[in-house]
């Protein structure tokens, strides 16, 4: 029985929201294991369009936990709010675990952020999250096991306080953040517990848990355009650690990726493009930030930087998305290479200074005119369209098994 994984192949916003939610029907478990409430995961459905933050998007299945497992930043003012959220839609709600040793996002790591220069060096979502998981490795942390004895939580939070004193910050006021999480604690208690024992359980019993990756592989910390990435792996390799599984465990591996490229926040985007063919991609495809509204950053699609994807994530299929997107361009580009100098690089480059220099080689490919958001069937796609998704089969090596054509879950061709 397996365990699926949805991860992001490009810079995030890949569309893994819907796909994690189409995906989760039948599924017990939805295990979010990196990041926090920087993930903007959307959900259109028969109650409207909800963006979640910290929420798996297969959790607002009946029948289905979600798990908020401890490789993950969590902001408890934040979900509360989005669990109000989820109720003012009228939505049922959610049954829920917090990993017990998941750790807590407080007020001062978002002040951080700001105060530090990374939100603005970096382009960050000022969630607080660098700071949060900054604070895991420093070893400072407050996990929410920690929540459950007081005087513990204190002494903690105390020792933060002292370990972050800034003559230039006004102090945080340890007594207001401690009895604002005590009442969290109180309230949620009985879904504070060890996801490790249940995410295991749930395998071992041969019951379907998905693990709904947030960002995506060029942010993951290790392996993407570091330092301009998030503080967190985004990868397949995030599963692992961050929900505390074997890796033998993840059977599927979905590779999600949107059918041209987009990135927010500061970084190199080497298929960039500033002018009309951005401004079209962004107005179509409404490119906007899900949790800031920034204005994503678009360009044609990089199968250079997929190809990376690829290898280091070994998807065993694809998800495309937007694919309705694209239709109307008289031709598609599809980026197969970069010139750095004399060079044509083939491999995607580790060195900043190098992705920065890449200039993309594109190959051109037909575009068509049809709209294809009514399409349910591959076959009655556009020729174009197919040949065009065949393309990226091949370079990548790995089948696509769902395109996306719209933001509705009907909206979807299944291969
Ligand atoms: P942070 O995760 O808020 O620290 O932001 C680090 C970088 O990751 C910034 O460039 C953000 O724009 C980007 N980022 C973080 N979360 C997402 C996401 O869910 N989608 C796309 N980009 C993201």
């Not at 947030?214 to 392996?223: E, F, K, P, S």
């Not at 930087?305 to 065993?316: C, E, G, K, P, S």
Request: hydrophobic share 40%; net charge neutral; glycine share 10%.
């Amino acid at each position: 029985m397996p365990g699926i994984a949805v991860i992001g192949a490009q810079w995030g916003d890949e569309g893994k929201g819907k796909i994690s939610h189409l995906l989760s029907e039948g599924v017990d478990l939805v295990v979010r294991f990196n990041g926090g409430p920087n993930a903007g995961h959307t959900v259109v459905d028969s109650y409207g369009e909800i963006r979640l933050h910290h929420l798996p998007a297969g959790a607002l299945r009946e029948g289905t936990v979600g798990v908020l497992a401890h490789g993950m930043v969590i902001d408890p003012w934040v979900l509360r709010e989005e669990l109000q959220e989820v109720e003012k839609q009228g939505r049922p709600v959610p049954k829920l675990l917090i990993s017990d040793r998941a750790h807590v996002i407080l007020p001062h790591h978002k002040e951080m952020e700001v105060g530090s220069g990374i939100a603005k060096s970096i382009g960050t979502t000022r969630r607080g999250i660098g700071p949060a998981y900054a604070d895991k490795a420093l070893r400072l942390g407050i996990r929410f096991a920690d929540l459950a004895d007081q005087d513990v939580a204190r002494e903690r939070l105390s020792r933060l306080e002292g370990a972050h004193r800034n003559p230039y910050r006004p102090p945080m006021d340890p007594e207001r953040v401690v009895q604002e999480l005590f009442e969290f604690y109180a309230a949620f208690k009985d879904t504070i517990g060890d996801s490790i024992r249940t995410i295991t359980a749930a395998l071992a019993e041969g019951r379907n848990v998905l693990f709904e990756g947030a960002q995506g592989t060029l942010l993951d910390i290790d392996l993407g355009t570091y330092p301009y990435v998030t503080s967190s792996h985004t990868t397949v390799h995030g599963i692992a650690s961050g929900a505390g599984i074997s890796p033998k465990k993840v059977e599927r591996i979905i590779g999600v990726l949107k059918a041209y490229t987009t990135r927010v926040g500061e970084g190199p985007f080497p298929t960039e493009d500033v002018g009309q063919l951005g401004e079209l991609l962004r107005r179509k495809g409404m490119e906007y930030g899900a949790t800031t509204g920034r204005p994503r950053r678009c360009g044609w699609l990089d199968l250079v930087a997929l190809r990376y994807a690829q290898r280091v994530n070994d998807f065993t299929e694809l998800a495309v998305t937007k694919l309705d997107v694209l239709s109307g361009l008289p031709e598609i580009l599809v980026c197969t290479a970069y010139r750095i100098g004399n060079e044509r690089v083939e491999e995607f480059p580790s060195s900043l200074m190098d992705l920065s220099h890449a200039r993309p080689i594109y190959e051109r490919l037909p575009g068509w005119k049809e709209d294809v958001r009514g399409i349910r069937v591959k076959e009655e796609l556009p020729r174009a369209a197919r040949d065009y998704l065949r393309y990226i089969e091949e370079a990548l090596g790995v089948p696509v098994r769902l395109i996306s054509v719209g933001p509705k879950p009907e909206e979807t061709i299944f291969c």
